[in-house]
């Protein structure tokens, strides 16, 4: 399989890019011929950002999963679509071939028919790293259920929100799952969130640690007996469902400025013609290439770049259950290595905390194998870059950097693999069909070269998302109201005199933690939740390993126990509530928090004692009581 949309050259780039801005359309029509539809659109594209409304392919039929599976069947049915290494490298990891991955998608298609799930109905997936949880989602696709993954790493109290949130009826778990030297418990995560929540008529639960764990008679299956009586049935093929361009495929929760989760939606076709361009193009896959995308599932660069990318291209995706410092640092090396790795993407926060080990680690592995190097989720400094690109790629992959959001979808800014130059800490260019314009706070755009400005898009790319599920309205002012008929990001920006544009970090109230997003309100409103607390806010502050740490300040009518043990308990409450993700890596206990006679709280200072400055805190004039500054300052930890 060559992809007819792959671009080979830079003056490939500059034709496709100009190609793309002058005549989207045309552009894009020519991409989706690539694909397998039951039925072609018949407007490419219709578009508004005020309400926002955006179809893509209008009126086109298709099922992604026949773009994912079927299609490669016949000419490459034996090539492995999922290579799975498990956390323990002593156990015997599995290759999965289209043929074999096609297969049991059906399979469990008809379980999830079997257990009463249509068309339309939402299936929230919380699993750990396993191949089943590919088939899970794919399986959703097949018969177009809305999946809604949920990383493993979010409490009971997150997940019953989403579930709530999504109205979803059916989960599909597992009772544990294994990182490290650790079992993590699933079930029981999910039996507390159901406690609260009475919209799930079934849970599918797959067996993968032998975590003892309660089966609840008539709502609780296992996945194992499912999976032999759909066999047992005689019924092998599942058809796959006819979905209109526009049908959801699946939701996605990701943290916003405000307090709850938004759910991302996006759409069947557009997000299937983007992922595959961007996959091929940025990473330059060549078929028979191993690409191992170190992320969770439960994060959208997992659901584009192990998932529905990859195989829709007919790649071969290396899925990992494990973490990248046990039995020790070298893990990756070692899966590198093992699967003869050519393209090997993943976070900076996973590159600084391998740094950390020294180069040790690295030795007596060959990685030869590698071709190209990514990274993805938060701006990538330059001592890191060096050090993946001198230690990992031995100066010889080159590096792209990869700039996107949940609600993108796919890749917008990025370098392509040996195709455009690479240049350290820098995003570097739009790929086509990607129109980023920068813009004052009054929505100016800034033009020309060497500026800084807020990071918008102009024009829908195909894998915009589409609405937040329930609450369109939401959608609208969080992304498009900010600047009219602009996309805005959230992102602030700088570009270069070339023209690359390098990602400054977020301009809203939202963080970046081991890259990760995570509002600053959400953690607020959790840690409020704590008895004895009053009220708190939250900044990040510049963290080594995580890119960004979490800074609680919280004030206490009273506090149990000591501090320590207040702050202790005020942890627990935050992991109760969100999940351990969102802990804070400090909070200091403080008498009142810096606020205008408005009532409005000075973050900005708090942001600079966080960082540890110790005077510039700019103008504090409008403050209510100056003095509160000081001593929060003198007491910071
Ligand atoms: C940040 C992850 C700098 C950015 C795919 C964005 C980046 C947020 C980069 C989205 C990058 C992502 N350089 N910053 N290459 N990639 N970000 O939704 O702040 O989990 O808005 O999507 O991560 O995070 P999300």
Known sequence: MSYAYQIKTKREYNEAYKKSIEDPEAYWEEVAASFIWKKKWEKVLEWNFTAPDIKWFKEAKLNITENCLDRHIEANGDNPAIIWEPNNPDEKHRVITYRQLHKEVMQFANVLKHNGVQKGDRVCIYMGMVPELAVAVLACARIGAIHSVIFGGFSAQSIADRLQDAQASFIVTCDGSYRGNKVIPLKPVIDDALAQCDTVKKVIV?????????????????????????????????????????????????????????????????????????????????????HFCTADIGWITGHSYILYGPLCAGATSLMFEGIPTWPDAGRFWDIVDKHQVNILYTAPTAIRSLMGFGISPIEGHQLTSLKVLGTVGEPINEEAWHWYNENIGKGRCPIVDTWWQTETGGILISNMAGITPAKPAHATLPLPGVQPVLVDEHGNEITGNNVNGNLCIKHPWPSILRTTYGNHERCRTNYFATYPNLYFTGDGCYRDNDGNYRITGRVDDVLNVSGHRIGTAEIENAINMHTGVIESAVVGYPHDIKGQGIYAYVVCSNIHGDETEMRGDITQTVTRIIGAIAKPDKIQLVNGLPKTRSGKIMRRVLRKIAEGETSNFGDTSTLLDPGIVEEIKNGKI
């Open 206 to 290: 797959l067996n993968r640690t032998h975590t003892p764990v309660s089966m609840i008679k008539g709502r609780d299956v296992w996945w194992e007996d499912e999976m032999k009586k759909a066999e047992l049935s005689g019924n092998l093929q599942c058809n796959a469902e006819e979905m209109d361009a526009e049908d959801p495929l699946f939701i996605l929760y990701t943290s916003g400025s405000t307090g709850k989760p938004k759910g991302v939606v996006h759409t069947c076709a557009g997000y299937m013609v983007y992922t595959a361009y961007s996959f091929v193009n940025v990473f330059q896959y060549t078929l028979g290439d191993v």
